[in-house]
């Protein structure tokens, strides 16, 4: 009998329940509530509205007309750095919505712009550079809602509203037969209010006895914010701190290399040539960096992984840099030098092609956004010790460098309101929808012909910034002759893009799609196989601008 009951009390522990979905279900929106909560505290919310200052300083500021702004930014970001980058995006989202209207831009230099924190309708509360420069974001938001000036609606939804006051443009005309230049270009903001830095009295921006919330006057007439004080005379000078610490739990440390350095050098004609330094230069690389491979996030000295590469951070001549090497499972020594040589032929080479891509912008009088490479300061750097095998123990890989040879670029910006973005894979048809990736997609069809149907750009990817401008990097290709790398597909891939490629309105407003179609008539095979080539002009940029 003791023996059947133990069966049976096990046969009970060891069975599911009745709701056992019921119950899974509830562990699983349990789990999902708790990544929201996660997400809710590690990140906040921004939503910006423009407001325009007049001249007159009896008139209340107005609201411009566009949609707010919303931003998600992290809680541990420098609350300045953000404010910065929040606006640059509010340029870029007012000159949008400026097209068409021949409407003056007003000035978004940060000494010309105050935020304040939205309270309700009537009150608001100037947020000064002076303390915003000292915080993180986490940390302004807390004393925000501390002083009690968070609105109701931005308490249920985690967010903070924020108002971009800035001084309304206007046209200033002449008087005599000079103007003092900076009374026409320069103006000064000054604030009402007290500070929320210093004082958390509230000051009604629609107040009927002051609607003053910003005064704008020339710099000949400046009110002093420290005694009250009039000058005259041109805008006093401000020292500004360049302190931006980063908020990091790891302590990066670093390791010194002395290497001789390579970098290359492109002619007008197109042709990349690498030049070799005889000297020999000193980078610290970060130590360490292989620990935070797994938790795939940007800590310590590591920066990121693809499906070849690494990058991890270095310092040379005292500037942030990432420096890059290919992963030791699918690669050797040779290889490693070989792969980053072409990768830095190649970017020189993009480069070229997105220059002569915004003269042919101007010739067909056709604006673009804002395209670079991150192309300035990048090398190949080769170190003169020899570098220690990987261990074969099964121990720890924490070697600081795995090759002898590396690449190294200028650090570019991810965080905050920086976003990376892929345009495009090794083998894509890129279809791009937005302005920006028009661009781009006209980009690569630019190049494919200036170069005479031999160069094929692909896998594109960049950081966009706030101004929605972006810096390439990391660029592939397929050419004629297979030499771009070992990720060339060459006339394969080429023959691919023309038959598939279907071009937007930026490529027709370059006359680009009349290129297509000519080079479409006879195939790439036509002249690789037997029949003699057409003749290339010698020179790139005259590709695509003869007139048909």
């Known amino acids: 009998m003791e023996v059947y009951l133990s069966r049976a009390s096990q046969h009970r522990l060891n069975s599911r329940p009745k709701n056992f979905g019921l119950q899974k279900a509830a562990q699983v929106n349990e789990a999902t509530a708790a990544l929201k909560r996660q997400a809710r505290v590690e990140n906040l919310n921004i939503f910006v509205s423009i407001y325009l200052c007049p001249p007159d300083k009896s008139k209340a500021a107005k609201k411009y007309h566009i949609p707010n702004i919303p931003v998600?930014?992290?809680?541990?970001?420098?609350?300045?750095?953000?404010?910065?980058?929040?606006?640059?995006k509010a340029s870029s989202v007012y000159e949008e919505s400026c097209k068409g209207n021949n409407m003056l831009m007003p000035s978004f230099d940060r000494d010309n712009a105050i935020f304040a924190v939205a309270h309700s309708t009537n009150d608001c509360f100037h947020l000064e550079q002076s303390y915003t420069t000292s915080v993180t974001v986490g940390q302004l938001y807390a004393r925000i809602k501390t002083m009690g000036v968070l609105s109701d609606k931005d308490k249920k939804r985690n967010a903070l509203s924020l108002r971009l006051l800035l001084n309304e443009p206007m046209e200033?005309?002449?008087?005599?037969?000079?103007?003092?230049?900076?009374?026409?270009?320069?103006?000064?903001?000054?604030?009402?209010?007290?500070?929320?830095?210093?004082?958390s009295t509230k000051v009604s921006t629609s107040s009927r006895r002051a609607?003053?919330?910003?005064?704008?006057?020339?710099?000949?007439?400046?009110?002093?914010?420290?005694?009250?004080?009039?000058?005259?005379?041109?805008?006093?000078?401000?020292?500004?701190?360049?302190?931006?610490?980063?908020?990091?739990?790891?302590?990066?440390?670093?390791?010194?290399?002395?290497?001789?350095?390579?970098?290359?050098?492109?002619?007008?004609?197109?042709n990349v040539n690498i030049i070799q330094h005889k000297q020999t230069e000193t980078i610290l690389v970060a130590k360490n960096w292989q620990r935070f491979i797994r938790d795939e996030t940007h800590k310590g000295g590591y920066i990121a992984s693809g499906l070849s590469k690494f990058a991890f951070k270095g310092l040379y001549n005292s500037t942030e840099c990432a420096v890059f090497q290919c992963k030791p499972f699918s690669s050797w020594e040779g290889s490693n030098e070989e792969d980053l040589l072409h990768?830095?032929?190649?970017?020189?080479?993009?480069?070229y092609f997105l220059q002569s891509f915004y003269?042919?912008?101007?010739?067909?009088?056709?604006?673009?956004?804002?395209?670079?490479?991150?192309?300035e300061r990048t090398f190949i750097g080769t170190v003169?010790?020899?570098?220690?095998?990987?261990?074969?123990?099964?121990?720890?890989?924490?070697?600081?460098?795995?090759?002898?040879?590396?690449?190294?670029?200028?650090?570019l910006s991810c965080d905050g309101l920086y976003q990376e973005r892929k345009f495009c894979g090794n083998t894509d048809i890129p279809q791009n929808e937005d302005r920006l990736g028009l661009a781009i997609d006209a980009y690569i069809h630019h190049a494919l012909v200036d170069s005479g149907k031999t160069v094929l750009l692909s896998d594109l990817q960049g950081i966009v910034a706030p101004?929605?401008?972006?810096?390439?990097?990391?660029?592939?290709?397929?050419?004629?002759?297979?030499?771009?790398?070992?990720?060339?597909?060459?006339?394969?891939?080429?023959?691919?893009?023309?038959?598939?490629?279907?071009?937007?309105?930026i490529c027709r407003g370059l006359k680009l799609h009349s290129e297509v179609t000519q080079k479409m008539v006879e195939r790439l095979g036509d002249e690789t196989e037997g029949n003699p080539q057409p003749r290339v002009p010698s020179h790139p940029l005259r590709l695509g601008f003869e007139s048909n």
């Open 384 to 411: 003169e010790e020899a570098i220690p095998p990987k261990p074969m123990d099964g121990s720890e890989d924490n070697r600081t460098l795995l090759f002898k040879t590396f690449l190294a670029a200028p650090l």
């Open 467 to 505: 101004d929605s401008s972006v810096t390439l990097f990391d660029p592939q290709a397929h050419t004629l002759e297979r030499t771009s790398g070992h990720w060339d597909n060459g006339k394969t891939q080429i023959e691919t893009y023309l038959e598939e490629h279907q071009c937007n309105a």
């Open 211 to 270: 609607k003053r919330p910003l005064l704008i006057e020339s710099t000949t007439r400046l009110q002093s914010q420290d005694n009250g004080t009039t000058a005259t005379g041109n805008s006093p000078k401000r020292y500004k701190s360049a302190y931006r610490p980063r908020v990091s739990s790891v302590r990066v440390e670093y390791e010194a290399f002395e290497f001789r350095r390579r970098e290359c050098i492109i002619d007008g004609d197109g």
């Open 343 to 351: 990768e830095l032929h190649l970017i020189h080479l993009a480069s």
């Open 359 to 375: 003269d042919r912008a101007k010739v067909w009088n056709v604006k673009l956004p804002r395209i670079t490479w991150n192309v």
């Open 172 to 199: 200033l005309e002449p008087e005599g037969d000079e103007l003092d230049e900076d009374f026409t270009t320069k103006l000064s903001i000054k604030s009402a209010r007290k500070s929320l830095a210093r004082s």
């Open 72 to 88: 998600m930014v992290e809680m541990q970001d420098n609350a300045e750095k953000i404010l910065s980058q929040v606006l640059m």
